[in-house]
Nanobody, 124 residues
Framework: QVQLVESGGGLVQPGGSLRLSCEVS????????IGWFRQAPGKEREGVLC????????YYADSVKGRFTISRDNAKNTVYLQMNSLKPEDTAVYYC?????????????????WGQGIQVTVSS
């Protein structure tokens, strides 16, 4: 059974940091491109970051460049999203997803498996 389980979300003050984890099971992480998406209330789901399975290439949305970092530990079947200098506009439900495409993909339609999502709230 394929599962992606996010953890590490919560409430943080502006300027603070959080690290989200996405632990996968039921498939081999090495062979899947992993993306992080987020969806704020009343907005469409947007691709935030992605790391490819082929060569580790990454994509970062302009809104998070220089603040967020994606990494993967295939041995632990876990992908991480380090979020620094958080802003109120980063508030959203964050999802990790896995795609059988081996290249960077930022469109949700190309992803096969999804986590349940985790809330991140940036507020003072």
């Amino acid at each position: 059974q394929v599962q992606l389980v996010e953890s590490g979300g919560g409430l943080v003050q502006p300027g603070g940091s959080l690290r989200l984890s996405c632990e996968v099971s039921g498939f081999t992480l090495d062979y899947y491109t992993i993306g992080w998406f987020r969806q704020a209330p009343g907005k469409e789901r947007e691709g935030v970051l992605c790391v490819s399975s082929s060569d580790g290439s990454t994509y970062y949305a302009d809104s998070v460049k220089g603040r967020f970092t994606i990494s993967r530990d295939n041995a632990k079947n876990t992908v991480y999203l380090q979020m620094n200098s958080l802003k109120p506009e980063d508030t959203a439900v964050y999802y990790c997803a896995a795609s059988s495409y081996t290249i960077v993909v930022v469109t949700a339609d190309f992803y096969d498996y999804w986590g349940q999502g985790i809330q991140v709230t940036v507020s003072s």
